[in-house]
């Protein structure tokens, strides 16, 4: 009987010093899903023990009207460049569309009677706030919303399309989002859904909810900004569109928008990255500094719609001639990336840093 047990002891300590066995504290051990799922599983890395990511990899939070967009430690900010490729990294590309160019949907002047892009708007603590009634209002955050006269929205007062309204309080650095919304004779507004997100905070939709976009995440952190491209850097991942996703969605996306249950398919929040030897050298400075962040911050999914669409900010000062040497990248130069191992718990964008 001590034999057997010494035999025992001897197997676990091997499988320990072997890293066979999940420790107390980890994902598996602990009964927590490495990604948040529903419906289709969801592919697992080749090397799920990749090392994470190091402290000092990380730089400050990009920011907006004076408020840190998410801590800089937030999954929206932190560098994808060494995480391992995700194993259905080449039937999601070609799902979206191997040999289909990455359109910049933003710039300057008018397309279709409506600035390029999707705009937002800051205003200070005191703004007034107005009701705002959902189409779906059990995934919706309350009103009021400090939404000021006039505010921009996405494609024109007069658009047909996805008509977002996002309003930054620069004072207490909350995001207030909104999806089709239309204004009323009583001052107040209408729309299908809107969510609410403190910017100094981790906190994700509860699971399930959607937000001003299909995946159930905020659309600001994700946009391209001119002030940022002159800067030289931008320092976060940017939003992307696809015209075919699963009926799925993994971390840090709360929502999905899809019957598509095929693991071609991509799930809602998957990451991508641009390959590392993909040559930037010909393009312009100004569209090197995204094509450097689509390296090492990569794209995430964000809604349904066209190929590569990224998503941006109207800005004047955009040169659009300069913006479609974009269109020169396609999406074979890029690859899925398995975020799983950063997550820290399922209902929070912190990301894990490495010792």
């Not at 909810?209 to 995946?215: E, F, I, L, Q």
């Not at 996306?253 to 809602?268: E, K, N, V």
């Not at 995430?300 to 300069?322: H, K, T, Y």
């Amino acid at each position: 009987m001590k034999k057997g047990f010494v035999g025992l002891a001897l197997v676990l300590l091997i499988s320990l010093l072997l890293g066979d066995l999940p420790s107390a504290s980890s994902p598996a051990a602990a009964g927590t899903p490495a990604a948040v799922v529903t419906t289709a599983p969801r592919s697992v890395s080749t090397h799920p023990l990749t090392p994470t990511v190091s402290p000092s990899a990380l730089q400050s939070s990009p920011e907006v009207a004076g408020c840190a967009v998410f801590p800089a430690d937030n999954i929206w900010n932190v560098p994808v460049a060494t995480l391992p490729v995700d194993r259905n990294s080449d039937a999601y590309i070609a799902t979206i569309g191997a040999d289909r160019p990455v359109h910049p949907d933003f710039g300057s002047g008018l397309y279709d009677g409506g600035p390029i892009g999707i705009p937002f708007v800051t205003v200070p603590g005191s703004q007034p706030k107005v009701p705002v009634t959902f189409l779906y209002d059990d995934e919706s955050d309350p009103g009021p919303y400090p939404i000021p006269p006039n505010p921009p929205i996405e494609g024109g007062p007069n658009s047909d399309g996805d008509r977002h309204v996002l309003v930054v309080d620069r004072d207490r650095c909350i995001l207030y989002e909104l999806f089709n919304a239309f204004p009323q004779a009583d001052g107040g507004w209408r729309a299908d859904s809107g969510a609410i997100f403190n910017l100094r905070s981790h906190a994700l939709r509860p699971a399930g909810w959607t937000s001003a976009d299909a995946a159930g995440l905020p659309i600001l952190p994700g946009l391209v900004r001119y002030d940022e491209v002159a800067s030289g850097e931008i320092r976060h991942a940017l939003r992307f569109t696809a015209p075919q996703t699963r009926r799925a969605y993994v971390w840090p996306a709360r929502h999905f928008a899809s019957r598509l249950t095929g693991t071609q398919y991509p799930p809602m929040g998957q990451r991508f990255r641009l390959r590392a030897n993909f040559d930037i050298s010909r393009f312009s400075p100004e569209v090197q500094v995204i094509l450097r962040a689509l390296k090492k911050y990569g794209l995430m999914l964000a809604d349904n719609g066209s190929s590569w669409f990224i998503s941006g900010v109207p800005d004047e000062r955009w040169d659009n001639d300069v913006l479609r040497q974009l269109r020169r990248v396609r999406g074979s130069d890029f690859e899925a990336v398995d975020v799983s191992s950063l997550m820290i718990d399922p209902d929070s964008g912190q990301a894990r840093m490495t010792p």
